[in-house]
């Protein structure tokens, strides 16, 4: 049995293996070193702790690292590294820790893929969280998941040349689906109080916006919208303003705003101020509520400019890549693929009923194509989009 201490800001292996500790030093004699666990640890008696003290009938005790800072740094003769390996100093050590199933050395497995020095808790910035580390230990391979994978990587070779069934493979990823994976939400952790905070300015923002629209211009309206829009659909990489695009007289339009994807790919968007009129007209024609004459502009003006774009095609990316190239990245290519649109504009929240069924036609009818949202739907996104996260910080 192995037992871990602190002893004068040592990290102390205490070893107590039955029939007693004779066999113990009669190695170290002979060989000039103890294996213990072998493979894992492999002791010299320069490793034995204060050893006019410290030798009893039933247990040797071993330095295994000294402290330095905030972290033990293991002697990695000792586990056979060929780098150094750091333990924070609050971790309970426990004998799973550094052995697996059958005698195997984590720490020489994981040093066996890195080239860097290995940190285990704390805060440095390299650093193995005690949470992943854990993790870690939980799913290392076992020896059935080991045969398995043996079994299954023979199948997947052989049946090249034998007619053979997919039953190990089968086997092993019915196997993996079973075993619990790894989850890091460490990163989740980190990021998702700044996303409240971050996303409920946002949201403050718009509705400080909607109350006071009259204070701002188109121009301004439009800068602050499209600040939101880039913050709230982050695909978005860069919004170019008055771009120009050649139409199928080979003439020269001026499109007001044109998005840009981290791929390159670009959409169309439409932003007008909420004045008071709405989306759709209240009075009924046979029936229905109509789109008012501004929303059915935006959607007409839209769908010209996704034709012209898409005949414009590779000559049209070649300029636009080549015109806006000192904006973007590095050998970053805009494309034009089927561009989509967006229309942000008008009010939904004062729409009764049946208003709000026909707009949401309206909507689905170009939904493939265009996207139209009122100022509502952004209000609602956003709302969700808070409550989301605050569902997870629970």
Same mark, same amino acid.
């Given at each position: ?77 000792? *586990?056979?590294? =060929?780098?150094?390996?750091?333990? /924070?100093?609050?971790? &309970?050590?426990?004998? +799973?820790?550094? @052995?697996? $199933? ?73 196997? *993996?689906?079973? =075993?619990?994976?790894?989850?890091? /939400?460490?990163?989740? &952790?980190?990021?998702? +109080?700044?996303? @409240?905070? $971050? ?196």
């Amino acid at each position: 049995m192995i037992e871990f201490e602190i002893k004068q800001n040592k990290l102390i292996l205490i070893y107590s293996p039955d029939g007693g500790v004779n066999f113990i030093f009669e190695e170290l004699k002979s060989k000039g070193y103890i294996n213990i666990k072998y493979p894992v640890f492999k002791f010299k008696k320069s490793h034995i702790f204060n050893s006019n003290n410290s030798i009893k009938e039933h247990e040797v005790e071993f330095i295994l690292g000294n402290l330095i800072g905030n972290y033990f740094k293991i002697d990695s003769r000792v *586990l056979g590294l =060929k780098n150094d390996l750091f333990i /924070n100093k609050s971790l &309970e050590l426990k004998e +799973k820790h550094f @052995i697996a $199933k059958r005698r195997k050395s984590i720490f020489k497995k994981i040093d066996d893929i890195t080239n860097r020095n290995i940190y285990i808790g704390g805060n440095h910035k390299d650093a193995i969280s005690e949470q992943d580390f854990n993790a870690i230990i939980k799913n290392f391979p076992n020896d059935y998941e080991i045969n398995q994978y043996v079994k299954a990587r023979l199948n997947s070779v052989l049946k090249e040349y034998i007619d053979l069934s997919d039953i190990h493979e089968e086997n092993y990823n019915k196997y *993996l689906n079973k =075993k619990p994976s790894i989850k890091d /939400n460490s990163l989740n &952790e980190k990021f998702i +109080k700044i996303d @409240i905070v $971050k996303y409920s300015e946002i949201l403050n923002k718009l509705k400080m916006m909607l109350e006071n629209s009259d204070q701002y211009n188109e121009k301004q309206w439009q800068e602050e919208i499209l600040h939101i829009i880039l913050l709230i659909f982050p695909k978005y990489i860069h919004v170019f303003k008055e771009v120009p695009v050649k139409d199928v007289y080979n003439k020269t339009r001026k499109l007001d705003f044109l998005l840009v994807d981290s791929s390159g790919y670009v959409d169309i968007i439409e932003i007008k101020k909420p004045f008071d009129s709405c989306i759709v007209s209240k009075n009924e024609y046979r029936g229905n509520h109509i789109p008012l004459r501004e929303l059915s502009g935006a959607v007409m003006q839209l769908e010209k400019y996704i034709f012209y774009l898409n005949k414009w095609g590779g000559i049209g990316e070649k300029y636009l890549s080549s015109k806006y190239k000192n904006k973007l990245p590095n050998n970053f290519n805009i494309r034009i693929t089927n561009p989509g649109g967006l229309i942000i504009m008008g009010r939904s929240n004062l729409l009764n009923k049946h208003q709000k069924e026909d707009f949401e036609v309206i909507r689905r009818k170009y939904k493939n194509v265009i996207d139209i949202m009122s100022y509502d739907d952004l209000i609602h996104r956003l709302e969700n989009i808070i409550e989301k996260f605050k569902i997870d910080n629970k």
